[in-house]
């Protein structure tokens, strides 16, 4: 294997150590030391953390995947408390929950995350969930979807072709149906993805898998590079540059996703609060625009000729940066539609 190039070294921070110490100290499992995340080291130093609830022990084994695998104790422990209490000595105001893959419960370890949604919910942080499929088991599912978490994120990981080669116990299509299915117990559901690269997969297989996820209307996606844990899992075929991850991210941004956060070391819960941030605020900047145009026609029949082309594009723009969903073409559609009125005939509301 070639060796490592400059853009994957990191330097460690010895603050993260201290955050070290308090996981430890309220006995919480996190994803970040379970799967040696390489950001761990960023997160820790601005104290901020992905929590694993359902213990430490996947039913799973994918390849590419550190966590423990094995049979896990059949009495759940409830790790919601702690969580709530981490939240609270860290200030946090945004918390990613993921879990070990359960196939010993009847339902998945649903009801857990249920449970967490809920408390992390009424202490006023928003909170996103990252949960295996659950054996497609889609009234498991939708407990969580009523949950109403702010995202939910299933991770696909792999392209089609090499998918049931690193994940043996999985289903690419399923997946892709489970991610539909969050939308169609809720429509406003802001859904999520991610993949990892470097396994042996083609450039363009990543882009149809971009293509794949966009079509069952996910909103946000993550790629990052697979880095080997050690030598039980999969290795890695190749270095994917900082120049292809941009590429990866234009492309999908094309297709419409909301967001695209790709480079090497973007994970699913990777900066999540600022992806869930930049894809808000629809109507809210689409607003600000088409007021600063108004403003620069009104009452001008002249200005509002030479605007018009404007507006259009503005909201061809709009409809494309932000999805498809049928919501936001409306809102924008009739957005435009009352300021454009308005250059016709101002009105003291704006």
Not at 240 to 250: G, K, L, M, N, S
Not at 332 to 338: M, N, Q, R
Request: aromatic letters at 10%.
């Amino acid at each position: 294997m070639e060796r490592k190039p400059e853009w994957l070294k990191i330097k460690i921070d010895p603050r993260s150590q201290k955050m070290t110490n308090l996981l430890r100290e309220k006995r919480l499992v996190t994803v970040c030391e379970e799967a040696k995340c390489p950001n761990r080291n960023e997160c820790f130093s601005n104290k901020t953390a992905t929590f694993m609830i359902l213990g430490h022990i996947c039913t799973r084994n994918c390849l590419y995947c550190d966590v423990t695998s094995g049979r896990p104790e059949a009495n759940v422990v409830d790790d919601s408390d702690q969580i709530i209490e981490a939240i609270e000595v860290m200030g946090l105001n945004y918390v990613v929950v993921t879990s070990v893959d359960r196939d010993d419960l009847p339902d998945g370890g649903a009801f857990q995350f249920v449970t967490t949604i809920q408390k992390v919910k009424a202490k006023g942080a928003q909170i996103e969930v990252l949960t295996p499929d659950f054996q497609f088991d889609y009234h498991a599912l939708k407990k969580v979807v009523d949950a109403k978490p702010d995202v939910y994120n299933h991770n696909i990981e792999a392209p089609r072709r090499i998918f049931n080669r690193v994940r043996k116990i999985g289903d690419y299509d399923g997946s892709l149906k489970f991610l539909q299915q969050i939308k169609g117990f809720d429509p406003e559901m802001t859904t999520k993805s991610g993949m990892i690269v470097g396994m042996g997969e083609t450039k363009e297989e990543v882009f149809e898998t971009l293509r794949d996820l966009r079509n069952v209307d996910v909103d946000i996606v993550t790629i990052g590079q697979y880095l080997r844990p050690t030598k039980k899992q999969i290795e890695m075929v190749r270095y994917v540059h900082p120049d292809e991850f941009e590429e990866y991210r234009q492309y999908g941004l094309s297709l419409g996703f909301k967001e695209v956060y790709s480079g090497p070391f973007v994970r699913s819960s990777y900066h999540a609060a600022e992806v869930r941030k930049e894809s808000k605020g629809v109507v809210r900047r689409f607003f600000r625009v088409n007021k600063k145009i108004f403003f620069a026609s009104k009452g001008s029949n002249i200005g509002q000729i030479l605007m018009a082309p404007l507006w259009g594009r503005l909201l061809v723009i709009g409809i494309q940066r932000e999805g498809v969903r049928m919501h936001d073409r409306v809102i924008y559609v009739l957005i435009s539609f009352v300021f454009f009125a308005a250059v016709e005939q101002p009105t003291s509301f704006l």
